[in-house]
C-alpha cells in the first residue's frame, strides 16, 4: 500500500545477496530532502555490505516511478544556503550510486519526471513498462535538469538531453528512452517485467562479485570528478530558484 507518511519510506531488504531499496511518497514518489539522505546513507551502507552484490531500486505502486523532487520544498527555498541544500540531495543520491561499488538495477514501472530521470540514468541497468514514460520539466519552472544532467547524458548523450530538457512539457515513450540507452528492456507489464527481473538479478547475484564490483569500475570510468561537479551544479541551481522568473513561475504553480 503507497505510504501516506509526509517525508515518504524508505525499505530494504536483503534476500540472497540482492538487496532491494523500495521508496515512497504521497505526491507521486516524490523525494523530500530527508527521504533523498536515507537513500545516500542507505547505498552507501550497502555498499559496504559484503552479503550483497546486487542493489534492486524500486518505488512504491504501480503508477509513477518518481516526481522527483518535493515542489512543497522548493517554493520554500528562501536563501542560496537553502537552495544549495536542496539541490544537493539529488547531487548526493547519484554520486552514492555511482560510489557505492555495487550494481544497481532500476526497475520503473512508471512515469517519472526530473529527478526521477535521474535516478534512472545512475542505474546501471533499467527494466521498464510501457507506461514508463520521461520527462524533463525544470526549464519550464524556470531552472534546469543541471545536477542530473550528467547522468542523462552519460547514457542518452548531449543530443537527447537537449531534447529532453529543451522541449520540457513533452514526454517521451519508454521505446524512446530504450533507444536513447536509458533503459535497457522495456515490458508490456508489470508482472512480465518482474518475471524477468527476479530471473536476471538471480543470476547476476550468483556471479563473482569481485568481477561485478570491477565492472561497476568500468562503467563509470571518467566520473571522479563528479563529487564536485554535481554540488557546483546544485549551487548554480539554488540561485537559479531564487530569480524573480523562477520564483514568479513557481507562484502560479502554487495557484
Not at 559484503?50 to 516511478?65: D, N, P, T, Y
Not at 548554480?236 to 523562477?246: C, M, V
Request: hydrophobic share 40%; net charge neutral; aromatic share 8%.
Amino acid at each position: 500500500m503507497p505510504t501516506n507518511r509526509i517525508n515518504g519510506n524508505l525499505y530494504t531488504s536483503i534476500q540472497n545477496k540482492v538487496a532491494t531499496i523500495e521508496f515512497g511518497h504521497p505526491a507521486s514518489n516524490s523525494f523530500t530532502s530527508e527521504l533523498l539522505a536515507r537513500l545516500t546513507e542507505e547505498l552507501y551502507a550497502l555498499g559496504d555490505n559484503k552479503e550483497v552484490s546486487v542493489i534492486v531500486l524500486k518505488s512504491e505502486g504501480e503508477r509513477a516511478f518518481c516526481a522527483g523532487a518535493s515542489f512543497d520544498e522548493l517554493v520554500a527555498i528562501s536563501n542560496l544556503e537553502e537552495g544549495k541544500a536542496f539541490f544537493s540531495g539529488f547531487a548526493n543520491v547519484i554520486n552514492a550510486m555511482r560510489g557505492c561499488g555495487k550494481i544497481i538495477i532500476g526497475r520503473i514501472q512508471g512515469k517519472t519526471v526530473g529527478g526521477g530521470v535521474g535516478l534512472a540514468s545512475a542505474c546501471d541497468y533499467v527494466y521498464a513498462t510501457v507506461a514508463a514514460s520521461v520527462k524533463l520539466s525544470e526549464i519550464s519552472i524556470g531552472i534546469g535538469p543541471f545536477v542530473i544532467a550528467p547522468a542523462v547524458e552519460r547514457k542518452i548523450q548531449k543530443s537527447g538531453l537537449a531534447e529532453l530538457s529543451l522541449y520540457p512539457t513533452e514526454w517521451k515513450n519508454a521505446y524512446w528512452a530504450k533507444e536513447k540507452g536509458l533503459f535497457s528492456k522495456v515490458f508490456d507489464s508489470i508482472a512480465e517485467m518482474d518475471k524477468e527481473l527476479d530471473i536476471h538479478i538471480s543470476k547476476l547475484a550468483s556471479y563473482n562479485p569481485e568481477a561485478l564490483a570491477e565492472m561497476k569500475r568500468v562503467l563509470w570510468e571518467g566520473t571522479e570528478h563528479w563529487d564536485t561537479l554535481l554540488l557546483e551544479r546544485a549551487a548554480a541551481s539554488g540561485k537559479l530558484s531564487l530569480s524573480p522568473e523562477t520564483k514568479q513561475t513557481l507562484d502560479k504553480f502554487k495557484k
